[in-house]
């Protein structure tokens, strides 16, 4: 892991954002921030028409604005007939028909509670979705005395490609009901109970619904196995629970539980090759985090993290810990990571083979790994635009499409320039 970490910091100052030339005039600061007292985040930067061709270390590529006005989009699904649905953090789905976006959000939703990190989240079609119209979507759900005593949820619904959803439900709601005041006392300085949801959902081949449920700033809950905070569950199609998971019959475990001790898990693929689950993870001060997700294992948090608590506690251990699984990639400072996914398609040749991962911390993340699945490089792109990245998908047509996180959020599409 120290080989990657000293290539990673040689290669990334020469390559954040590549060489940028824009075909328009390029995105103009908005108004001054705010002095730093009343916020730690950058200026916002407004993001101009496009297109921006780039200069990476493997391709020359073209960035191109599909649809502007979304706010805070979390999400993407693709749909057979070409038409994409959009989640937005505020509790809100949106559909782009033929490069159009519908102004009319989809109609049908639950009650969603849209504060803080939380809201409408994550989104996936039912591996049958041609035959069955299944959609599915995590979201906030609020309590029924107190809202802010929310919990996640597994929604699924049937869309035909119209204006309603019909035959909404919830398939699964995370028990651990938490946020109303006054909150427990908490170690390390951590943050609302508002965010750190996690919220990925991915079917694997076999039909198994994987959900990424975060720690909710309760990092004390990640190594409980009576909680399902700070897990990564694993149930049916239909929310219940398959009897092959690994903590079925194990005393004090919750049944849908596939490994324990997460943080705030906001990327979740699998790989195209070997099969194997990944995900990304927020660490606290430093410590991002890119796993290896395998059946019943502990992933360490808030026992072992690379990265420091907020209140500058001394964290209790870094790695190597027995019992605990090591992260494939760590970053400190962090990089806030998004979404990730595997790159196999023919579009960017020099890319096969590579994760490409969404970042708060406004890169898109190439990383490249040896003949042994080991990271042996890494490349930063894109960070001239001042965008903060959500989400990264590799479309029906093998182009890469992303989402950037902002209250003028937009949809975005990478492909080869000319």
């Not at 028409?49 to 604005?65: C, H, M, N, Q, Y």
């Not at 609020?142 to 909404?168: K, N």
């Not at 590799?394 to 599409?413: F, Q």
Request: proline share 9%; net charge positive.
């Amino acid at each position: 892991m120290k080989r990657f970490m000293v290539l990673a910091m040689a290669v990334a100052p020469a390559t954040i954002g590549g060489t940028v030339s824009a075909q328009t005039s390029p995105p103009a600061l908005a108004a001054p921030a705010a002095p730093a007292a009343a916020s730690r985040r950058p200026p916002v930067v407004v993001l101009g028409d496009g297109p921006w061709d780039f200069t990476t270390e493997k391709a020359r590529i073209r960035l191109s604005v599909v649809t502007k006005g979304l706010d805070h989009p979390w999400s993407l699904a693709f749909i057979p007939d070409g038409s994409i649905l959009i989640t937005e953090r505020p509790g809100r789905l949106r559909v782009l028909r033929k490069g159009v976006l519908d102004p009319t959000p989809i109609a049908g939703l639950p009650d969603i509670l849209g504060e803080g990190l939380g809201g409408l989240m994550d989104i996936t079609l039912h591996p049958q979705f041609a035959k069955n119209h299944l959609i599915y979507m995590t979201y906030t759900k609020p309590g029924a005395e107190v809202r802010a005593q929310s919990t996640l949820a597994v929604m699924r619904a049937r869309w035909d490609g119209g204006s309603t959803l019909s035959d909404v439900r919830d398939i699964f709601v995370v028990p651990d009901w938490y946020g109303a005041l006054p909150l427990p006392k908490r170690c390390c300085g951590q943050g609302p109970a508002s965010g750190s949801y996690g919220s990925r959902i991915l079917f694997d081949r076999a039909g198994f619904l994987y959900v990424t449920s975060g720690d909710r700033n309760y990092g004390e809950k990640a190594q409980d196995p009576s909680t399902d905070i700070g897990k990564i569950l694993r149930l049916r199609d239909d929310g219940t629970v398959p009897r092959d998971n690994p903590f079925v019959r194990k005393a004090g475990y919750r049944p849908e539980i596939y490994t324990i001790g997460h943080r705030n898990p906001l990327g979740l693929t699998i790989h195209p090759v070997t099969r194997e689950l990944w995900s990304s993870e927020f660490g606290p001060r430093g410590g991002d985090e890119v796993n290896r997700i395998k059946a019943g294992k502990n992933y360490g948090w808030m026992d072992v993290t690379q990265g420091a608590h907020y209140n500058n506690e001394p964290v209790k251990a870094v790695k190597g810990v027995a019992g605990m699984e090591d992260p494939v990639l760590t970053w400190a400072p962090s990089i806030n990571p998004g979404n990730l996914t595997f790159y196999t398609g023919d579009k960017f040749p020099g890319w096969k083979g590579n994760m490409l991962m969404a970042t708060m911390s406004r890169p898109v993340v190439r990383v490249t790994f040896d003949a042994k699945g080991r990271p042996i490089g890494e490349e930063r792109m894109l960070a001239d635009l001042k965008q903060r990245f959500r989400d990264v998908r590799v479309g029906p047509d093998g182009m890469i499409y992303l989402l950037t996180d902002e209250t003028a959020g937009a949809l975005l599409k990478l492909e080869p320039a000319n």
